[in-house]
């Protein structure tokens, strides 16, 4: 009986203990240290990494961060159910930093768990020219453009600048079935009034957080980017755990092109790294793409930027020996055209993903998408900046600005975009944005009353359905526009098929543009054809076609030739 009790009061200790030390797979647990020396500049003088190993031989070095005063935390997640220990080693010759070790017990998640929060299946990896998480599960990125949501634009809890709070924008586009994001972490000169700025005149110096402060201290109007702001960075946590807790991966962007860093003195520029670093070790924990930089126009820049990011990569391999974030997500570095005649042809070394963006906005991306999936090193690809409805740049005749949106959805993806799309949203900066930067702005063009539903953006979600339906497996097309349709028009249809036989094939059809025929096809075969709504989703009914002796299968007609149209081929059993 007293040798029961003594189990009985074992078992109920142990209890309390992994209550208290306990967290689940894929959440953040974040440990505290106090600095026992005194520093000038704790960002640029304390580089303190961290040792996280797993039951199951997992081992990731991390960094910790600087949260102001003498405080420094790093961010700590358990990939896989049972005991984790971590340690700090001993390199920054600081009492209250080195050699601090600790144990903590992951519980697993379950599938309740993971359906309703993608985001607890794991980190997210590369899988061939596409993306999946750990578990295994395809992720198919399909993102919203909201430059500034971690600004005071998107307030937390209220309607701002934007007419929105940060949640009800972001839980709408969850309704509607978006899953990523693309934001740029902070605006170090958009932060004064008399600041140029960016985009629409409403909001220079608004890009500041929810209680004015800017990311980095501002001296005689100018940021000090070696002085960085911890409270500044403590108001966007909320909302990174916020996009992490509701199933969205953002496509984080460091900063945006236009910052004066690359022309500073030395200091300033190296401090990039620390920069880079600090985003690293505070968001790192969280399922993402990293941007190395936003650099969406202006081919002069390049040349400038390359240095600081190529820095701040060996920076990072001098630390974990391969340049990698800390959980291995991808990283890529927007190109103003295709990141594989740029940062992959300078350094290959940085990317994970290969990205087009913002050029020519139209059929002339498709032909840098092919190129990517054909380089002998092929990765993963997206249109990460494809044509923004109300903006006038890459137009098509006979679409108008929705049809031409869905034009580039379909067929960015089609031609080697497997990896997803982002949603080209003109209400990036939180109000209408205007070329010329000098019409008004209506009080009425804001985030909420028109970014949500106009241009019938929601209908990114029948994309992603399309792409991921149970009827065909995705991960297994390669681009074909240009070698298996009878005639593309000039990349104005899209088609991609089935890499190792003839057994399916997606595709895309116009509006205005003459029919076609898909080629390459078993000769003499029966295929079952059906027409995929753009708009509402759905397949049409299925037709069966066969094949002539060539291996040709020619469209059906169009259910409405005044819309574009998706379809899908599969041979028939």
């Known amino acids: 009986m007293m040798k029961n009790s003594r189990i009985a009061l074992c078992l109920f200790l142990c209890l309390i203990a992994w209550r208290v030390d306990a967290v689940e797979v894929m959440e953040v647990n974040e440990v505290s240290l106090n600095a026992a020396g005194s520093y000038s500049n704790p960002y640029l003088d304390v580089d303190l990494w961290v040792t996280l190993s797993g039951p199951s031989g997992e081992s990731y070095l991390v960094p910790a961060f600087w949260d102001g005063e003498d405080v420094f935390r790093v961010r700590l997640v358990a990939t896989s159910a049972g005991k984790w220990s971590w340690s700090t080693g001993a390199a920054t010759n600081d009492l209250g930093l080195d050699n601090k070790s600790g144990t903590f017990v992951a519980t697993a998640t379950t599938e309740m768990q993971k359906d309703a ?244 906005r139209d059929e002339r991306m498709y032909v840098w998408l092919r190129e990517m999936y054909r380089d002998p090193r092929p990765l993963p690809a997206m249109n990460v900046e494809p044509y923004y409805p109300s903006v006038p740049v890459g137009e098509v005749d006979g679409l108008d600005p929705t049809e031409m949106a869905q034009f580039q959805m379909y067929g960015s993806v089609l031609n080697g975009g497997f990896a997803g799309h982002a949603w080209g949203d003109a209400y990036f900066g939180g109000v209408a944005f205007w070329i010329d930067k000098k019409h008004p702005i209506p009080a009425d063009e804001r985030q909420q009353t028109h970014a949500l539903t106009r241009w019938k953006s929601f209908a990114m979600k029948h994309l992603k359905d399309f792409m991921l339906d149970a009827g065909h497996d995705y991960r297994d097309l390669k681009p074909a526009s240009d070698t298996h349709l009878g005639d593309s028009h000039g990349d104005m249809h899209a088609l991609a098929v089935s890499a190792h036989d003839q057994s399916f094939a997606l595709g895309l059809a116009t509006k205005g543009f003459p029919s076609t025929f898909v080629k390459g096809l078993l000769p003499n075969v029966d295929y079952v054809f059906q027409w995929w709504h753009v708009e509402t989703g759905g397949w049409q009914d299925a037709i069966t076609l066969t094949t002539n002796d060539a291996g040709e299968l020619h469209w059906p007609s169009v259910p409405d030739s005044s819309r574009n149209w998706g379809y899908r081929i599969r041979r028939k059993d």
């Open 117 to 360: 929060n993608p985001n607890r299946r794991g980190f997210i990896r590369t899988h061939g020219t596409t993306l999946q998480y750990a578990d295994g599960t395809p992720f198919f990125f399909t993102g919203d453009t909201v430059w500034v949501a971690f600004t005071k634009i998107f307030p937390w809890d209220t309607a701002g600048i934007a007419g929105t709070s940060f949640q009800d924008y972001f839980s709408e586009r969850k309704r509607q079935g978006f899953n990523g994001v693309n934001v740029i972490a902070s605006y170090p000169t958009d932060t004064t009034m008399s600041a140029e700025g960016v985009w629409a005149r409403e909001v220079r110096g608004q890009k500041v957080s929810e209680t004015d402060l800017t990311p980095f201290e501002i001296v005689s109007d100018k940021a000090d980017y070696t002085r960085i702001h911890p409270a500044y960075w403590q108001e966007t946590d909320k909302k990174m755990k916020y996009l992490f807790d509701n199933g969205f991966v953002p496509l984080f962007e460091s900063v945006r092109r236009h910052e004066i860093w690359p022309r500073k003195s030395s200091d300033q520029k190296d401090a990039f790294t620390n920069y880079t670093r600090y985003l690293i070790a505070r968001y790192g924990c969280y399922n993402m793409i990293y941007s190395w930089l936003h650099w969406d126009t202006v081919d002069r820049v390049y040349p400038d930027w390359l240095p600081l990011v190529e820095n701040a990569h060996a920076y990072l391999k001098s630390k974990n020996g391969t340049g990698q974030l800390p959980y291995g997500q991808p990283r890529t570095a927007m190109a103003y055209g295709s990141s594989l005649q740029t940062w992959a042809k300078d350094d290959p070394a940085l990317l994970d993903l290969h990205n087009v963006s913002n050029k020519y």
